[in-house]
Structures are given as C-alpha cells and as structure tokens.
Nanobody, 121 residues
Framework: QVQLVESGGGLVQAGGSLRLSCAAS????????MGWYRQAPGKQRELVAS???????SYTDSVKGRFTIDRDNAKNTVYLQMNSLKPEDTAVYLC???????????????WGQGTQVTVSS
C-alpha cells in the first residue's frame, strides 16, 4: 500500500558530500515525522536525523553541523544532505516515515529498503 524508496547512496572519499532522497508513494493520506536511520555492520540501528511535518529537526550528536535533513511535503519526500563525511559514517542508511494510510486510516511506520553509504579514508 505504501512504499518508501531511497536513492543517492554511494562511495565517497572522506570530506566529501552525498545527498540522500526518500520518496513515499501509495495510499497516503498524510505523513508525520520522517527520519533517517543508519546501521553499520555489527552495530545497532541508530537514528541519525528526524523532521516533523512542521519542519522541526533533531540530529544525533555525531552528525550535528555536518548533516541537514529537510522535506518536501508536496512530494512526500525527505532528504539528507551529508557534508564533511567521515569513514565512521559508513553504513546502510534507511528512511522511516509515520504514514496515515488512506484506505485504512491507520497510522503506522514504514521503512525504505536502505541505501549503502561508504566513506573511504
């Protein structure tokens, strides 16, 4: 019913930049908070950044000042601009969105499939 599709991952050298996108589609009545998580091998999934419908943002300490999350509500899309990338940012990045499904009126979280970000030293 609802799909989240990420794009924009890849391989970049330390100090470089990437911009991730995540577009939601399907039977959507509305979307609440959207966020980006990451998971590195052998580590727990970590919330990197989130943004509310009104545009309030929050970031984990390790990315503050380097990453910026924003969204386009008209396109049901959330972005993550990642600058000054470090090798420790290497992970699979997954987007998450709280979606009100139009056909059921249920509010539940949805996940994208993930996109690999690799930062070489």
């Amino acid at each position: 019913q609802v799909q989240l599709v990420e794009s924009g991952g890849g391989l970049v050298q330390a100090g470089g930049s990437l911009r991730l996108s995540c577009a939601a589609s399907g039977s959507i009545l509305g979307i609440g908070t959207m966020g980006w998580y990451r998971q590195a091998p052998g580590k727990q999934r970590e919330l990197v950044a989130s943004i509310t419908t009104g545009g309030s943002t929050s970031y984990t300490d390790s990315v503050k000042g380097r990453f910026t999350i924003d969204r386009d509500n008209a396109k049901n899309t959330v972005y993550l601009q990642m600058n000054s990338l470090k090798p420790e940012d290497t992970a699979v990045y997954l987007c998450n969105a709280d979606v009100v499904v139009a056909t059921t009126l249920q509010n539940r979280p949805y996940w994208g499939q993930g996109t690999q970000v690799t930062v070489s030293s």
